[in-house]
């Protein structure tokens, strides 16, 4: 079974729908390949999966600005790992933890039902948390370490993020000193 490997997404933003951003397939698939993914520079404020990574996918989220969800604002399932710099995370909408699915900000196991599935992990550095965000689940833990990024990438002030990010996100990139297709 062949699937795309090295994703970048950058610049999005994801809005008025369900299901912001999400790879590795469901529980009908639990070998699927294993992909890497980036994602940076970009606005998530879907309802749910800002992004929601499973089933051993290893992805470098920074530089983003995620709220508006309801239930996970990021979100790493069985064997998947996020590595999370620099991001601004507010719960500003999310339900209260107690009817929350998996919290605001959350590494695990989100079906108590499938409990037998092994988690996932997201670790952290230079993340804003901010309205009410949390962590939860298995974040930045001692074993299995983070994978290892392979390639030269910058971190904003997290303090300039938000601004940026909603200014710049999307179809109406104003941002002059962004990369242009001509």
Avoid: W
């Avoid at 390949?33 to 800002?50: C, D, F, G, I, M």
């Avoid at 998996?102 to 948390?129: C, I, M, Q, W």
């Amino acid at each position: 079974q062949t699937s795309a490997d090295l994703i970048t997404i950058s610049n999005y933003h994801a809005y008025n729908t369900s299901k912001g951003l999400q790879g590795g397939g469901n529980g009908n698939y639990p070998n699927h390949p294993r992909l890497r993914a980036t994602v940076h520079t970009s606005q998530l404020s879907a309802s749910e999966r800002n992004p929601r990574f499973q089933y051993g996918i290893r992805a470098h989220v920074f530089n983003s600005y995620i709220h508006s969800f309801k239930h996970s604002g990021m979100d790493a399932g069985r064997t998947a790992q996020i590595v999370s710099e620099n991001n601004v995370i507010s719960a500003n909408t999310a339900r209260t933890p107690t009817t929350s699915q998996t919290g605001r900000y959350s590494a695990g196991n989100s079906f108590p039902n499938e409990a037998h599935k092994p988690v996932g992990h997201v670790y952290t550095s230079g993340d804003l948390l901010i309205d009410n965000a949390v962590a939860t689940g298995s974040i930045n833990p001692t074993q299995p370490p983070p994978f290892s990024i392979d390639y030269q990438y910058e971190l904003m002030d997290v303090a300039l993020v938000q601004d940026h990010v909603m200014r710049n996100s999307g179809a109406q990139n104003n941002d002059n000193s962004l990369l242009f297709c001509e």
